[in-house]
């Protein structure tokens, strides 16, 4: 059974930095392919980062490109995406899912709340 937990948004001022944490249970996150995805008040979710199981690197929408990273921690069976020089438009609820299409996810966390104000 794949769950996940995200933590870590929040009410930041524009140009500030939040660290997101998904924390996976009942499997191992190392086996798997991981996206962030965020859904802004009033628009269709999009997909923020991917971060592959096979060594082949991450990939990063163009409007988070140089500001985002994702970073595993094997011990704590976490994904977390740093986010930094954060701006309005970053605003809405992000979630981790258990893959990198949004066609194809196996399990979805329960989103955590960011605000950037503008």
């Known amino acids: 059974q794949f769950q996940l937990v995200e933590s870590g948004g929040g009410l930041v001022p524009p140009g500030g930095s939040l660290r997101l944490s998904c924390v996976a249970s009942?499997?191992?996150?190392?086996?798997?392919?991981i996206g962030w995805f965020r859904q802004a008040p009033g628009k269709e979710r999009e997909a923020v980062s991917c971060?592959?199981?096979?060594?082949?690197?991450?990939d990063y929408a163009d409007s988070v490109k140089g500001r985002f990273t994702m970073s595993r921690d094997n011990a704590k069976n976490s994904v977390d995406l740093q986010m930094k020089s954060l701006k309005p438009e970053d605003t809405g609820v992000y979630y981790c899912?258990?893959?990198?299409?949004?066609?194809?996810?196996?399990?979805w966390g329960q989103g955590t709340q960011v605000t950037v104000p503008s």
């Open positions: 899912a258990v893959g990198c299409s949004e066609y194809a996810i196996l399990s």
């Open positions: 009942g499997f191992t996150l190392d086996y798997w392919a």
């Open positions: 971060s592959s199981h096979d060594g082949s690197g991450d």
